[in-house]
Nanobody
Framework: VQLVESGGGLVQAGGSLRLSCAAS????????MGWYRQAPGKQRELVAG????????NYVDSVKGRFTISRDNAKNTMYLQMNSLKPEDTAVYYC????????WGQGTQVTVSS
């Protein structure tokens, strides 16, 4: 399974970005998926997760009400809609998929300026 993120960039505080994660290879083996982020000097943290059918989602408290995770299994793609962005959301965002093992994307940089 290969995962490729896109959609990162530079945005002002209060703005929005939409991240995408496209899966290829043995995408049919993928179950749960999630978005992680890692800021400089900090540990990687789970931002949001979603079950295989998309029916159950979970979020870290700091993004609840601002971020929305979703997936389109027909397109083998997962999304993260990020609204009301804050400077503390600045990080490299990684896509993760659970299949035969955990798979990771290469990451996409999100920078929020104040």
């Amino acid at each position: 399974v290969q995962l490729v993120e896109s959609g990162g960039g530079l945005v002002q505080a209060g703005g929005s970005l939409r991240l995408s994660c496209a899966a290829s290879g043995s995408a049919d083996s993928i179950n749960a998926m999630g978005w992680y982020r890692q800021a400089p000097g900090k540990q990687r943290e789970l931002v949001a997760g979603i079950t295989s059918g998309g029916g159950v989602t979970n979020y870290v408290d700091s993004v609840k009400g601002r971020f929305t995770i979703s997936r389109d299994n027909a397109k083998n793609t997962m999304y993260l809609q990020m609204n009301s962005l804050k400077p503390e959301d600045t990080a490299v965002y990684y896509c993760m998929a659970v299949g035969h093992r955990k798979y990771w994307g290469q990451g996409t940089q999100v920078t929020v300026s104040s």
